[in-house]
């Protein structure tokens, strides 16, 4: 039997190897022609108005505009601050399902969750080290969060934008649709790429930014800052599987001004006017046409105008949303395909740098 062993053994360890080696890395493209989209967003449960307008619906419509586009929901960034696992767990699959009920197609892009993609976080510690720290703590979202930690912010959260620019070069893409909030991180991405090509050959494209026609959409309650998940008011954000009922509520304690009528001037009457962008992006109207039908009606009654519409237009988002949350084994399904196609377009990215960098 031991003989017989021995006699096995150097074909079962060639099969072992085989197993850790991995897929032959393809032949990394180099045409520069493909047109490649990447965007990510937060697992961090039901997305809200503001996520919708300002990031979803474009990610949609950009589907039938580029070749290759890619759809990541980033665990990795969600830990940036402490989350409980069954939460994140369940969000990440509550995110997936609202991404498809809202139009994201898997047959026209690749949905996939993050930290599902090995590269991502290799590619982000090689990035770490072409970056300074001072570069890091000057960037103005690293100031504000770290302030709000009361300076204990982790190493994490200062080193995120990193792993958003690994995010986006692992795929070599050339199009990041980002919102006014991210345009120095994207700034961050591109200098990276520069950097890399000019010590190691031209490789990575310097992928240009998409700004989202919708601005900000605006906290309800507090118009100078934007719409937020964490804002500890709940009446201050609306969330597209909100009920009716509770979308009504929102939008009447919604604060405005002193003048009754509606008006947009975004500096002086910022509350009235975020409501008049809201239901010109909601009903697809210009500005101008949605503050002349509102010729005659006092803020109060526009609030329920805007609600309605709100309401109408998150209505089978809603209800699409409910059945595909019954059905968690198929949302688990299309995130291991869209894992495993985006894997197949990473592997040999992350190789040919492994390559350039002398670790391969």
């Known amino acids: ?24 890395a393809a032949p990394v493209a180099q045409n520069d022609s493909v047109k490649r989209v990447f965007s990510g967003i937060q697992p961090t449960g039901i997305p809200h108005l503001g ?64 930290s599902q993609v090995s590269e991502h976080t290799q590619l982000s510690w090689i990035l770490t080290c072409m970056v300074r720290l001072p570069r890091l703590q000057h960037l103005h979202q690293w100031k504000t969060k770290s302030a709000k930690q009361q300076q204990e912010g982790t190493m ?54 998409i700004l989202t026609s919708m601005k900000k959409v605006k906290s309800l309650r507090d118009p100078s800052s934007k719409m937020s998940k964490s804002d500890p008011d709940k009446l201050a954000t609306v969330r597209i599987t909100d009920s009716p009922e509770e979308i009504v509520q929102k939008f009447r304690k919604a604060v405005t001004d002193f003048t009754s ?20 992006a909601v009903s697809g109207l210009p500005v101008e046409e949605v503050v002349s039908r509102s010729t ?17 237009k998150f209505a089978p988002v809603k209800r699409e949303i409910e059945k595909l949350k019954a059905d968690p084994d198929y949302l688990q399904k299309v995130l291991t395909a869209g894992a495993a196609k985006a894997k197949e377009l990473a592997y040999p990215v992350c190789q040919e740098v492994k390559k350039r960098l002398g670790m391969r």
Request: with cysteine.
């Open 261 to 280: 009528e509606v008006t947009y001037d975004p500096v002086g009457r910022a509350g009235v006017s975020n409501l008049v962008a809201i239901h010109a």
């Open 1 to 24: 039997m031991a003989l017989h062993s021995r006699r096995k053994a150097p074909g079962c360890w060639r099969f072992i190897r085989a197993l850790h080696k991995g897929p032959e």
């Open 156 to 209: 994490g959260l200062l080193t995120y934008p990193v792993l958003q620019a690994a995010d986006i070069l692992s795929y070599r893409s050339t199009h990041v649709p980002v919102g006014e909030d991210q345009v120095q991180h994207m700034e961050l991405v591109q200098d990276l790429a520069r950097g890399f090509n000019k010590k190691y050959g031209e490789f990575f494209p310097v992928p240009q930014s």
């Open 296 to 312: 005659g009606l006092d803020t109060a009654h526009y609030k329920l105008q805007v609600a309605e519409a709100v309401i109408e």
């Open 51 to 114: 996520n919708y307008l300002g990031a979803i619906e474009s990610w949609v419509k950009l589907q039938d505009q580029y070749e290759s586009v890619l759809y990541s929901i980033v665990d990795l960034h969600s830990i940036t601050v402490p989350q409980d696992p069954v939460v994140l767990r369940q969000s990440v699959l509550d995110m997936t399902a609202a991404l498809l009920a809202c139009g994201i197609n898997p047959e026209k892009s690749i949905l996939f969750q993050q």
